[in-house]
């Protein structure tokens, strides 16, 4: 998980690191590569292509996410994006998942 502040230093961002989804990104640029070197010696090519494409989406969904807190409210950058206004967030807590550092936000509907 990386924080970054804003140009004006009011908005943080909290998403995931850059090792992360890179990581993901480079393994399916090589699972790629060797579909590439099996098409061209005749072997079996599918399962690399298919490997090769989740890892890529993968790295690409897992950049996606994450959260940018601003004066105003939370943004929350997921499968669906909303805005929590801060009067609606009772406690920001952050714990550890699975050996990742995650951050969740208690609100006051539940």
Avoid: H, Y
């Amino acid at each position: 998980m990386t924080i970054e502040q804003g140009a004006a230093e009011a908005d943080v961002w909290i998403r995931a690191d850059r090792l992360t989804w890179m990581l993901s990104l480079l393994l399916g640029g090589v699972m790629l590569l060797n579909a590439a070197v099996a098409v061209t010696q005749g072997q079996s090519w599918s399962i690399w292509v298919f490997v090769g494409c989740l890892l890529v989406g993968e790295g690409l969904w897992i950049r996606s996410f994450g959260v940018v807190l601003t004066p105003e409210s939370a943004k929350v950058r997921g499968t669906f994006r909303r805005s929590i206004p801060w009067r609606d967030v009772q406690a920001v807590v952050s714990f550890d998942q699975l050996g990742a550092r995650r951050v969740a936000l208690i609100l006051e509907i539940g």
